[in-house]
């Protein structure tokens, strides 16, 4: 385990990479063997627009892991996170690949929700590891929810698109129970519907912006 003022080095040097270099995936993209489609410009317009939301939740999960990586008591526990962070980082590589293929761009307003998130992963793991667990557990319900619900309004026929964020809603779901079997605590009912309006507040932005 690293020292904490190399942790912090470490993890300061991630985020720096998470705003400002691209990404890369270790695993094959999930839609690299599907071709792509003809879309209206409306259709591909909005399909970039929902893949810029889902790479700006990416953003939000690695602040937020780093955040609880870095105050997580368990080094089994902050191995759970570190391993977690890595694999959003195959989601912001899968999820911004597609914008560019669509025309789009990624959020202005990532750095502001990086931040925002990083200050919660932090809180949460000095909460303790059972409440950070918990909070893991939820926000990646709370994740895969969203991704259903993407994967409804994106177009038909863009498979590639519904081929990314199917694998996104599995890795989820994945880490979610792993923060459950490592211990997660459930989190008050007002503690989900603040999280659950915060979320709303991101993808309403990140839409538009």
């Known amino acids: 385990m690293l020292p904490k003022l190399d942790q912090l080095i470490v993890e300061f040097d991630k985020g720096v990479r998470t705003l400002l270099a691209p990404a890369h995936s270790r695993r094959p993209h ?17 399909a970039a627009r929902l893949m810029r939301i889902n790479h700006c939740g990416e953003v939000c999960a690695q602040a937020l892991y780093q955040g609880q990586a870095l105050t997580a008591r368990d080094p089994a526990n902050q191995h759970a996170f570190t391993e977690a962070a890595f694999e959003e980082i195959e989601h912001l590589a899968w999820t911004e690949r597609r914008i560019h293929e669509l025309g789009g761009r990624t959020s202005l307003l990532n750095p502001l929700w990086y931040t925002g998130s990083l ?4 809180t949460a793991g000095l909460l303790g590891d059972k409440w950070n667990l918990g909070f893991l557990s939820e926000t990646e319900q709370q994740v895969a929810r969203h991704l259903e619900e993407h994967l409804q309004k994106l177009p038909e026929h863009d498979q590639k698109s519904q081929a990314i964020l199917a694998q996104m809603k599995t890795d989820e779901l994945h880490h979610a129970e792993q923060a459950d079997e490592h211990g997660a605590a459930p989190l008050p009912a007002p503690v989900k519907a603040l999280m659950k309006l915060s979320s709303k507040v991101m993808t309403r932005s990140s839409y538009w912006l």
Not at 30 to 45: M, T, V, W
Not at 119 to 122: D, E, L, R, T, V
């Open 119 to 122: 200050a919660i992963g932090i």
């Open 30 to 46: 999930p839609d690299q063997d599907i071709p792509d489609c003809e879309l209206s410009d409306a259709e591909r317009k909005h």
